[in-house]
T-cell receptor, first 115, second 112 residues
Framework: NAGVTQTPKFQVLKTGQSMTLQCAQDMNHNSMYWYRQDPGMGLRLIYYSASEGTTDKGEVPNGYNVSRLNKREFSLRLESAAPSQTSVYFC??????????????FGPGTRLTVL | QQQVKQSPQSLIVQKGGISIINCAYENTAFDYFPWYQQFPGKGPALLIAIRPDVSEKKEGRFTISFNKSAKQFSLHIMDSQPGDSATYFCAASRGYGNQFYFGTGTSLTVIP
């Protein structure tokens, strides 16, 4: 049981390049999330997927797109990276927030630098 | 606008002391309040959580105190240990909703 896994762990991009961050969970959780963490800002929600087949915007969605590929996988895409997107990105999952309380399980993070 | 305000930003405590981290919120619709612990280079991990129908919840050395009328909640770490040195985040969510709002984090250092 690996929990929540993310790839890659580190990435350096040039302004304007695109990339996809991958996330997978093996806990049979229904909901998945993408957060970014910046110094002094805490964790801010980018996008989430309440269940397979649905996605919704969070607090800071601009410049990002997501795909809920299946129940296990939720990817985050940067179409044209900007220096303001330099951050640590965390994927998280949660069993079923509509039926149970309970926190989210986080992956180890992807450290992205945009030059 | 920060939905959840957390203080202090950093905290240094002697081994065996009590660490106290405070959070405040405005949205009275919030009804689930978790605390997360994050070690350097790792993702946050759920530590303890409370719902507003109780004023206190204790798990081992970790206690959440909740004051509904003041819209404040706090994390107390009793007998703090060097292994507790980490960043702590409070959070809040509405109902069983999907979106958690996080505080800005407190960096705790426990000195041996």
């Amino acid at each position: 049981n690996a929990g929540v896994t993310q790839t890659p762990k580190f990435q350096v991009l040039k302004t304007g390049q695109s990339m996809t961050l991958q996330c997978a969970q093996d806990m049979n959780h229904n909901s998945m999330y993408w957060y970014r963490q910046d110094p002094g800002m805490g964790l801010r929600l980018i996008y989430y997927s309440a269940s397979e087949g649905t996605t919704d915007k969070g607090e800071v969605p601009n410049g990002y797109n997501v795909s809920r590929l299946n129940k296990r996988e939720f990817s985050l895409r940067l179409e044209s990276a900007a220096p303001s997107q330099t951050s640590v990105y965390f994927c998280a999952s949660r069993l079923n927030p509509l039926r149970t309380s309970g926190g989210s399980f986080f992956g180890p993070g992807t450290r992205l630098t945009v030059l | 606008q920060q939905q959840v305000k957390q203080s202090p930003q950093s905290l240094i405590v002697q081994k065996g002391g009590i660490s106290i981290i405070n959070c405040a919120y405005e949205n009275t619709a919030f009804d689930y309040f978790p605390w997360y612990q994050q070690f350097p280079g790792k993702g946050p991990a759920l530590l303890i959580a409370i719902r507003p129908d109780v004023s206190e919840k204790k798990e081992g050395r970790f206690t959440i105190s909740f004051n509904k009328s003041a819209k404040q909640f706090s994390l107390h770490i009793m007998d703090s240990q060097p292994g507790d040195s980490a960043t702590y985040f409070c959070a809040a969510s509405r109902g069983y909703g999907n979106q958690f709002y996080f505080g800005t984090g407190t960096s705790l250092t426990v000195i041996p």
